[in-house]
T-cell receptor, first 118, second 111 residues
Framework: DADVTQTPRNRITKTGKRIMLECSQTKGHDRMYWYRQDPGLGLRLIYY???????NKGEISDGYSVSRQAQAKFSLSLESAIPNQTALYFCATSDFGTSGTPGRNEQFFGPGTRLTVL | AQSVTQLGSHVSVSEGALVLLRCNYSSSVPPYLFWYVQYPNQGLQLLLKYTSAATLVKGINGFEAEFKKSETSFHLTKPSAHMSDAAEYFCAVSYAGKSTFGDGTTLTVKP
């Protein structure tokens, strides 16, 4: 079974609709992230969470919100979807690690959600 | 602040030829550097990482990268390309639990 799962895998919606993308992980990691990928722009960080009570904005958080329901679950919401939010969305997790040095450990990615806003 | 620049959004090589994907970074602190690969319709997966141990890092599938502080580079190489190497490759720099990704390089392998 996949360690990081995302639902749905594909979604087509209309402008103004509220959309929730869900992410679950079985890796036992404290840190979770939401990114969007657009062609030629790499991955851009939307929100991240270092534990259940910690939520932080990334570089492109406008128009998005998140909820960390449990250590294993991190949801991304688009309150009122617009066409320029059409993109591929990825959830990722990371372990703080035993080194005590933040950032040392790699991220583990889900398979992505392809969202189209008409 | 950290940033990453990948030179060349598209690289095309023949099967069996050397693969060289370029990455330059900017970091105000000693960096942790990563290369990830993305195959079509999949998420990213780790190829290799530099975490201040050996400057030459070996990864999966025959890839390796060399950390050069003087050049602020972390280029990815593979001596002989396979058709299965066709994918998009991302360089990333990490600090305080957050990663900054380059724009990606699409590698095409011609038969």
């Amino acid at each position: 079974d996949a360690d990081v799962t995302q639902t749905p895998r594909n979604r087509i919606t209309k402008t103004g609709k509220r959309i929730m993308l869900e992410c679950s992980q079985t890796k036992g990691h404290d840190r979770m992230y939401w990114y969007r990928q657009d062609p030629g722009l790499g991955l851009r960080l939307i929100y991240y969470s270092f534990d259940v009570k910690d939520i932080n904005k990334g570089e492109i958080s406008d128009g998005y919100s998140v909820s960390r329901q449990a250590q294993a679950k991190f949801s991304l919401s688009l309150e009122s979807a617009i066409p320029n939010q059409t993109a591929l969305y990825f959830c990722a997790t990371s372990d703080f690690g035993t080194s005590g040095t933040p950032g040392r450990n790699e991220q583990f990615f889900g398979p992505g959600t392809r969202l189209t806003v008409l | 602040a950290q940033s990453v620049t990948q030179l060349g959004s598209h690289v095309s090589v023949s099967e069996g030829a050397l693969v060289l994907l370029r990455c330059n970074y900017s970091s105000s602190v000693p960096p942790y550097l990563f290369w990830y690969v993305q195959y079509p319709n999949q998420g990213l997966q780790l190829l290799l990482k530099y975490t201040s141990a050996a400057t030459l890092v070996k990864g999966i599938n025959g890839f390796e990268a060399e950390f050069k502080k003087s050049e602020t580079s972390f280029h990815l190489t593979k001596p002989s390309a396979h058709m299965s190497d066709a994918a998009e490759y991302f360089c990333a720099v990490s600090y305080a639990g957050k990663s900054t990704f380059g724009d990606g390089t699409t590698l095409t392998v011609k038969p």
